[in-house]
């Protein structure tokens, strides 16, 4: 039983484009959201975080949005650069305990 | 530098043959948590430290086994692998907005 669900195993985008990566949930206990990005032979590491109180959030060209009706978040890069390719992968957890439960992974290819 | 370490960084064992894969974390962090990434299966979480002395399990424990003695260090203990533990595993502490810091990984082969 997968809490968290990248359905997109890929993605390729043209350099300068937007990147949409989509994650679903099914647990409406779930109030904090995280994507985090890895590269090759490193750790991911932390990219923007959303909470439920909030429907989107920016950090330069990283822009989160959540809706929580459809258990639905997408991660959109502004524009895309080719070193934005990489494993994206979306986790959830409820605040406050510590657990959080992370998707498949969405590897993005962005194009020169 | 703020940093997770993990040691070693790549392990080929027998199975039946214990082993320890080390973790540090320079960011005075309190809580600390190792996960295991498999293809197709993203990140599982194994055990997870709230501080030193408490830990408890994550969705994945079987066959590890862990230790928090101080705040900086949570070692992963396999007291006998098997196979089904060939893995890559990232070790973890977490920030005050819930972002975690992941360390380099440990790549483990049990024959």
């Not at chain 2, 214990?18 to 600390?32: A, F, G, R």
């Amino acid at each position: 039983d997968q809490q968290v669900k990248q359905n997109s195993p890929s993605l390729s985008v043209q350099e300068g484009r937007i990147s949409i990566l989509n994650c679903d949930y099914t647990n409406s206990m779930f109030d904090y959201f995280l994507w985090y990005k890895k590269y090759p032979a490193e750790g991911p590491t932390f990219l923007i975080s959303i909470s439920s109180i909030k429907d989107k959030n920016e950090d330069g060209r990283f822009t989160v949005f959540l809706n929580k009706s459809a258990k639905h978040l997408s991660l959109h890069i502004v524009p895309s650069q080719p070193g934005d390719s990489a494993v994206y992968f979306c986790a959830a957890g409820v605040s406050g305990t510590y657990k959080y439960i992370f998707g498949t992974g969405t590897r993005l290819k962005v194009l020169a | 530098e703020a940093q997770v370490t993990q040691n070693p960084r790549y392990l080929i064992t027998v199975t039946g043959k214990k082993l320890t894969v080390t973790c540090s974390q320079n960011m005075n962090h309190e809580y600390m948590s190792w996960y295991r990434q498999d293809p197709g299966l993203g990140l599982r979480q194994i055990y997870y430290s709230m501080n030193v002395e408490v830990t408890d399990k994550g969705d994945v424990p079987e066959g590890y086994k862990v230790s928090r003695k101080e705040k900086r260090n949570f070692p992963l203990i396999l007291e006998s692998p098997s196979p089904n533990q060939t893995s890559l595993y990232f070790c973890a502490s977490m920030g005050q907005r819930y972002e975690q810091y992941f360390g380099p990984g440990t790549r483990l082969t049990v024959t």
